[in-house]
Every structure is written in structure tokens, then in C-alpha cells.
């Protein structure tokens, strides 16, 4: 079972800056990300649980045009003030949103056209990530980028049996893993609505990252 909303909230209350420490396995499957999803012609990027910001950080400084905004949101307020502090210097390039958890957008339709979420879907319901995909549907523009990466299963003996431990744990105790289990994202993906892009699973340390790149059709 996941976390319910003010589980997840009080864990990245407390968990903070230590979730940037996560990077020796995340940094990889960022790279991969970055590596494909052509940030350099983005106008507008909205982030859904942008954490301390350091991937925000990282996108400003070295990969979205200097006339591209940013928009993040996160439920934790320890990470909204995170994040704030963190991208202060980019002005009105860019903000981050409190959220109150609920999966809708504070953006109206087709007004984004790049969606950016790491290491968040997996720590949601089956229906939130469903919700979540007709939301970012609804606001990005046609032809628009989602990228998202999350835990994964296994492809390799090793990866396996690490994906596997996580798993058990999240089954025992989702709060021991900050209410994250691997799963794979491209079942969730509407082919009517997405066309698929990209997609690869990337270890590292032993732990799977699935990175999906994902193109909004016509509606
Ligand atoms: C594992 S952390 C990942 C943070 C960041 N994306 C990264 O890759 O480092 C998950 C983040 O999602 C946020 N989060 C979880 N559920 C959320 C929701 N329903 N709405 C907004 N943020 C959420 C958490 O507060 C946390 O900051």
C-alpha cells in the first residue's frame, strides 16, 4: 500500500536535504534524461514534485534557453522552501508552487511544453498516476515532452535482486523508502494520447531507473 498524503508530507518534511544524497543512483537515469529529451528548445517546464530543486538547478544553469521558465510544485513545505532558496537567482524565471497533494495542475490547458517528474509516480496510487497522466495530457501543448524516471524492476541479476529487497521492504514498511517501490511506466501510457519517444532502463549501484520520454499527440 502507498503512503496516504500526510505520510508522504511528514517523511520529506523531515527527510529534506537528504534527499539530494540519492543522486549516486538518480544522477545516471537524470543524465540519460537530459541526454534525450532536448531541453535546449523548451519554452516552458513544469516540474511535479521538484524536491530541493536540484534537478530544476541543473536544467536553468546548463540546458533550457535563456527565455525558458520554470514551474515546480511540491507537497512538503521543507522542500518548496528547499527549492525557493535554491533557484532564488533565476528571478521570475522561476517558481515553486505548495501543493496541497490533490493531482491537478496549477496551469491552464496546453501551456507547457515540457512535464518533468522524477522519482515521484512511483510513491503514488495506480489511480494517481493515472490522474497524473490525464493532467499533464490536459496541459501540455501537442507535440509537447513529458519526461519522467522512476525505480524500476530489475533487467539484470544484480538489479534484480535489489529491486526485489526494495519491494520487500515496501511491502513490510513504505515509510523505510520514502514510500517509493519500483515499478514500470510505459503500461500506464496511453498510446492514443503519447507517442513514446524514449525509454531505457538505467542501473546504477545495482538500482533500476526507468526513463520514459513520451511526445503529446493531437488531441
Ligand atoms: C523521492 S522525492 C523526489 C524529489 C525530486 N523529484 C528528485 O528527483 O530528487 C519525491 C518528492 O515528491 C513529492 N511529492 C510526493 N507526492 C506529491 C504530490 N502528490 N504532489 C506534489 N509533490 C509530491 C515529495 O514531497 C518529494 O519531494
Do not use: N
Not at 529534506?16 to 523548451?42: M, N, S, V, W
Not at 489511480?127 to 524492476?153: K, P, Q
Not at 515496501?170 to 514500470?184: D, E, T, Y
Amino acid at each position: 500500500m502507498t503512503l496516504d498524503l500526510s505520510e508522504v508530507q511528514q517523511f520529506y518534511d523531515r527527510f529534506g536535504k537528504k534527499q539530494d544524497l540519492q543522486g549516486f543512483y538518480e544522477d545516471p537515469a537524470l543524465d540519460e534524461l537530459i541526454g534525450h529529451a532536448r531541453f535546449d528548445e523548451a519554452k516552458s517546464v513544469f516540474e511535479f514534485g521538484c524536491g530541493t530543486g536540484r534537478f530544476a538547478a541543473r536544467l536553468l544553469s546548463d540546458h533550457l534557453p535563456a527565455s525558458a521558465t520554470y514551474c515546480g510544485c511540491d507537497l512538503s513545505r521543507t522542500m518548496v522552501d528547499l527549492a525557493r532558496e535554491r533557484l532564488a537567482s533565476y528571478g521570475d524565471r522561476a517558481q515553486v508552487l505548495q501543493s496541497e497533494g490533490g493531482i491537478r495542475f496549477p496551469l491552464s490547458d496546453h501551456s507547457v511544453d515540457r512535464i518533468v517528474s522524477t522519482y515521484v509516480l512511483d510513491l503514488l496510487s495506480e489511480s494517481d498516476i493515472e490522474a497524473f497522466l490525464h493532467e499533464a495530457y490536459r496541459v501540455i501543448e501537442a507535440g509537447g515532452t513529458m519526461c519522467v524516471v522512476s525505480l524500476t524492476r530489475g533487467t539484470t541479476f544484480a538489479s534484480r535482486i535489489v529491486s526485489g529487497i526494495w519491494a520487500a521492504i515496501f511491502r513490510m514498511r513504505a515509510s523505510l523508502v520514502g514510500g517509493c517501490r519500483p515499478i514500470r511506466l510505459e503500461p500506464y501510457i496511453d498510446e492514443g494520447a503519447w507517442e513514446v519517444a524514449y525509454q531505457k532502463v538505467v542501473i546504477a549501484y545495482g538500482v533500476p531507473s526507468d526513463v520514459l520520454i513520451v511526445r503529446a499527440r493531437e488531441s
